[in-house]
């Protein structure tokens, strides 16, 4: 597992980006070679999506042969919702660059067998190949996706109810009116994710502080869902520091100085033309 804390969310963002961006090209990928990438939602993932873009529209970096999976999708919120997670995909993400629309899958919360929906999603990852790299967010309460405390860590993509928490946090979407917030959604499970190669998570801001106390210093704990990812043979948490607050002075310490080590090697915020 690795740590990786830089000094503000636009920096987090930026190395987030670059890694991905790097991954994709290392990866090479072409018509009978796609990477695969996992794709959150939420306000943590846009300052990474944007650099995406900018890395494309530069000429940098393209998804011509990249296919995508999202973690979850609201039920019973129609796709032309401004709210639902096809229209935050299309309208931050996905309309902006080169991705073939067949290549991007997101789960229908209308469908009419929501359970069926979510057993093709596992096996389009399947028949995919897998996922090379699953990117994620977390919830205040620790979770991944919509897999709330208690969630069982090796669940698959199911139909979740969501937590008081988590509607009182999505009301802000929804003019903070509670009875507008979707209460249930489809969601990838914690054994999906951790099936992928690799996992990166994004956690910033001083709310998400002790979240990220929970997943990396105590235990593994269905209660804190992002901790299950301690047992991933290659995780990245990459972070601000708003976001090391809980944390020990020692931990803080320690994966900085990883990343000194690190810098040269693998450090994404190396120009990738240089090929460093």
């Keep these: 597992m690795r740590l990786v804390i830089l000094d503000n969310y636009d920096l987090a963002s930026e190395?987030?980006?670059?890694?991905?961006?790097?991954r994709i090209i290392q990866f090479k990928p072409g018509q009978n070679r796609y990477f695969t990438l996992g794709l959150p939602t939420g306000s943590t993932p846009l300052g990474c999506y944007k650099k995406l873009i900018e890395y494309h529209k530069s000429g940098d970096l393209s998804f011509k042969y990249v296919k995508t999976f999202n973690m979850d999708e609201y039920v019973g919120l129609p796709r032309n919702h401004p709210e639902s997670y096809h229209s935050y995909m299309w309208n931050n993400f996905f309309k902006h660059i080169d991705i073939d629309p067949n290549n991007a899958h997101i789960l229908d919360g209308n469908a009419a067998d929501l359970q069926a929906e979510c057993d093709a999603f596992e096996r389009k990852i399947e028949e995919a190949g897998g996922i090379?790299?699953?990117?994620g967010g977390i919830g205040p309460d620790g979770h991944i996706a919509f897999n709330e405390p208690g969630s069982s860590l090796v669940s698959r993509t199911r139909l979740k109810t969501l937590a008081m928490d988590t509607i009182l946090a999505n009301?802000?979407?929804?003019?903070?009116d509670l009875s507008k917030v979707p209460t249930m959604a489809l969601t990838v499970g914690v054994g999906t994710v951790m099936d992928a190669r690799e996992v990166m998570i994004l956690i910033t801001g001083a709310h998400k502080a002790f979240a990220l106390y929970k997943a990396i210093e105590e235990g593994v704990n269905h209660m804190w869902t992002v901790s299950a990812f301690q047992q991933h043979p290659r995780t990245i948490f990459v972070c601000d520091e708003d976001a090391t607050l809980e944390l020990r002075v020692k931990t803080v310490k320690y994966f900085k100085g990883l990343m000194h080590v690190h810098n040269k090697l693998v450090d994404p915020l190396y120009s990738m033309k240089e090929g460093n």
């Design 171 to 176: 009301a802000k979407y929804f003019d903070g």
């Design 132 to 135: 090379d790299l699953f990117v």
């Design 15 to 22: 190395w987030a980006a670059k890694y991905i961006c790097n």
